[in-house]
């Protein structure tokens, strides 16, 4: 929107088609083309510029007829001509400096962004004093051909049921079911009036009622535009660019041309009031002059602070973003207020949006964009915003992108473009989002085999809630949860007879795209496979369950209660006294005591098996046992060494040990002697002896 004044000026393009089939004579008027010049009336002074080049031999109206030819395309926005005629006009007059950086902006327009990279270093050796601008050229340059491939939750289409051949741009919210916008399509209240800037009729406001399918929002159906209000909005000149209060019973409309006949810069805002079913005549706000261009207006949802653009006096470039605030009291907008050098540049910002939560979105070619005109983000209020944020492709072309408008969801919307592939020059274009999709997984594994586990325990805690959500790996040791948008997780994994993991962070905050985010985990064993207990000690003779041992046995209690998949054997042993036959069966007698006192206290017999050793895995061996050669044997054992003899100990079968799914019960045995049976392996039919 290179040049263009606030209505007209900031958005409209013009068709090539309508250039070539222009009336007029062969050969062009000098003066003719000098007259519209002055006139703003591009359309005829191009036309007559493009004649005298071809059929003059005078050589400063050929460098004129170049320049002012390649101009005219620029102040219409026809990139590609005024691409081509920059060219000529360069050839002639190689050391023009604006010609040589208007071409290098010509080119990024139209796409072409290497070549532009290098014109604009051309552009830099004739203005070494203008680097600034060049670099911010160049690396808008460099981003449109890396955010090219770029993948974004945006879907952008042309909204076939507005746009025609003509100019449909600047959308804005009516009610809940239509869009108002502006347009210079034949049949406006003008007629077949032309407007000389363009070639093209009068911009009016259209107004359209859509229908949205309940099953599918992106489903909308579009009813034929019909004129706004022929009586009071619209009027014979340029009317559009229009801004409503969340009432809807007032409008702010930005009109051009009405003010001292076509003399001097005439764009203005102003208001109408919605009386039943019609619109008072509008009356210019008190800040907007008729010395400058004021337009593009956006309010606020509470209709006090109201947003617009202006190439007013004082301000950074060619048109800055003001805001304006209402007094109630006075019942009249304040002076305008610039936003400051964080949103304005040397060049153009325009068409604000203020968004409900208080964004601003706004168009600007001074900014590092992709090519014309791209559409920026910032927060903040007053003077104080936020770096400008561009919001890339396909919201931003190599074109002129503006005039944005969002639902109440904030994820879809209308905007306008002149990119390739429109219906007609700037057209209006609906976007919408796709969901976001956060997704965590990862694999659990061993630390030390690198095995993977299945059946790890993955513990899930987020910001937005206070529940916790657990879920266990699969045959592969894989995991896959679907995690929700802008909150933080932590997460932890765990698994029986591992240590936990260490607590990790995730967050989909900030997250513009769907994601997976990726977890891992490796657990290290807690040895348990290999722990030894000890003081579970007998007396002489005796498979009883002593005080000092039961308290052993209700420490491994514990340790089997917080692994319930360890599956352990009890194995108990005698002293070497004795015959190897009886110690069997003393052994295994006491074993089966152990057993029976972890059953008597909760732990299901399934996870225990009992084994008796007798004297066959002494403890103490340095001494010798009783015996007719004991003193070749060498020194007998004392008691304490027996003691130490006469234990039982524990060893880890299973650390993955499940407890067998329920089947139906079989009818029990009949116990014709009734009562418990009694721990199997105790001796029986012999009388234990002294000291055995």
């Not at 009610?175 to 009016?204: A, C, P």
């Not at 002059?289 to 949802?301: A, E, H, I, M, Y």
């Not at 791209?374 to 492709?393: L, R």
């Amino acid at each position: 929107m290179n040049n263009r004044y606030l209505l007209i000026s900031l958005f409209v393009s013009f068709s090539i088609l309508a250039f070539i089939s222009s009336c007029g004579s062969k050969k062009g008027s000098i003066k003719a083309a000098r007259e519209a010049y002055q006139k703003k009336e591009y359309f005829i002074s191009g036309d007559n510029y493009r004649k005298v080049y071809s059929s003059t031999k005078v050589k400063d109206e050929k460098i004129e007829s170049a320049n002012k030819a390649a101009e005219c395309y620029w102040l219409m926005n026809d990139m590609k001509n005024a691409e081509s005629w920059y060219r000529k006009a360069l050839k002639i007059d190689p050391k023009n400096v604006e010609n040589q950086l208007r071409l290098a902006k010509t080119l990024k327009n139209n796409a072409k962004y290497e070549e532009a990279i290098v014109e604009y270093k051309n552009y830099q050796k004739l203005a070494p004093e203008n680097s600034q601008l060049v670099e911010r050229q160049i690396k808008g340059c460099e981003n449109a051909l890396k955010w090219k491939n770029d993948k974004t939750r945006y879907v952008v289409e042309n909204v076939k049921g507005i746009n025609t051949r003509w100019e449909d741009f600047a959308p804005q919210w009516f009610k809940k079911d239509q869009l108002i916008f502006t347009s210079d399509r034949e049949k406006g209240v003008s007629g077949n009036d032309m407007y000389g800037w363009t070639g093209n009729g009068y911009t009016d406001l259209y107004s359209i009622t859509f229908k949205v399918d309940k099953k599918n929002p992106n489903n909308i159906t579009y009813q034929p535009p019909v004129l706004m209000d022929k009586n009071h909005i619209n009027g014979k000149l340029n009317d559009g660019a229009i801004a409503f209060d969340s009432r809807f019973a007032t409008a702010y409309i930005t009109r051009c041309n009405y003010d001292n006949n076509f003399k001097g810069k005439s764009c203005r805002i102003y208001s109408s009031s919605l009386t039943g079913s019609e619109w008072s005549d509008p009356e210019p706000l008190n800040f907007s002059s008729d010395s400058f261009n004021c337009g593009q207006p956006s309010l606020t949802k509470d209709g006090q602070i109201l947003y617009f653009s202006s190439d007013m006096p004082g301000g950074f470039g060619g048109k800055d973003i003001y805001f304006v605030t209402y007094s109630k009291r006075s019942k009249s907008w304040g002076d305008p207020v610039n936003l400051g050098p964080v949103i304005n540049t040397d060049e153009d910002e325009m068409f604000p949006t203020i968004t409900e939560d208080g964004a601003l979105y706004f168009a600007s070619n001074g900014h590092v964009g992709l090519g014309g005109t791209d559409i920026f983000m910032s927060t903040g209020n007053g003077t104080e915003w936020s770096d400008p944020v561009n919001m890339k492709s396909p919201l931003n072309s190599h074109g002129d992108d503006f005039a944005i408008i969002f639902g109440k969801d904030k994820e879809s919307g209308y905007f306008s473009s002149n990119r390739d592939g429109g219906k007609g020059q700037d057209d209006i274009y609906r976007f919408s989002m796709t969901p976001l999709v956060f997704t965590l997984s990862g694999v659990v594994r061993n630390a030390k085999t690198k095995a993977v586990m299945p059946n790890a325990v993955i513990t899930i805690t987020s910001s937005s809630d206070t529940g916790k959500v657990v879920l266990k790996t699969d045959q592969v040791g894989s995991y896959k949860i679907t995690l929700k948008s802008k909150t933080d997780y932590e997460l932890f994994a765990s698994r029986q007879m591992f240590y936990d993991s260490r607590l990790e962070e995730k967050t989909t905050k900030g997250l513009q795209v769907s994601t997976d985010l990726i977890q891992d985990f490796e657990l290290s064993s807690l040895g348990l496979e290999t722990f030894t207990l000890r003081g579970i000690l007998y007396d002489l003779n005796q498979a009883t369950i002593r005080p000092d041992a039961a308290k052993v046995l209700d420490s491994l209690i514990l340790v089997l209660n917080k692994y319930p998949s360890l599956k352990i054997e009890l194995g108990s042993h005698t002293d070497c006294r004795a015959d190897s036959m009886y110690n069997i069966n003393l052994s295994q007698w006491r074993a089966d005591s152990a057993v029976a006192y972890l059953v008597r206290n909760g732990i299901d017999t399934a996870r225990l098996v009992s084994r008796g050793y007798g004297e066959n895995m002494l403890e103490v061996t340095e001494c010798a046992c009783e015996g007719p050669d004991e003193r070749a044997q060498g020194l007998r054992c004392t008691e304490a060494q027996h003691q130490l003899n006469r234990r039982t100990t524990v060893k880890v079968l299973d650390i993955y040990w499940e407890k067998p799914k329920p089947v139906a019960p079989a009818a029990p045995a009949a116990n014709p002697r009734g009562g418990t049976p009694r721990p199997q392996g105790r001796p029986t039919g012999t009388q234990p002896q002294p000291r055995r």
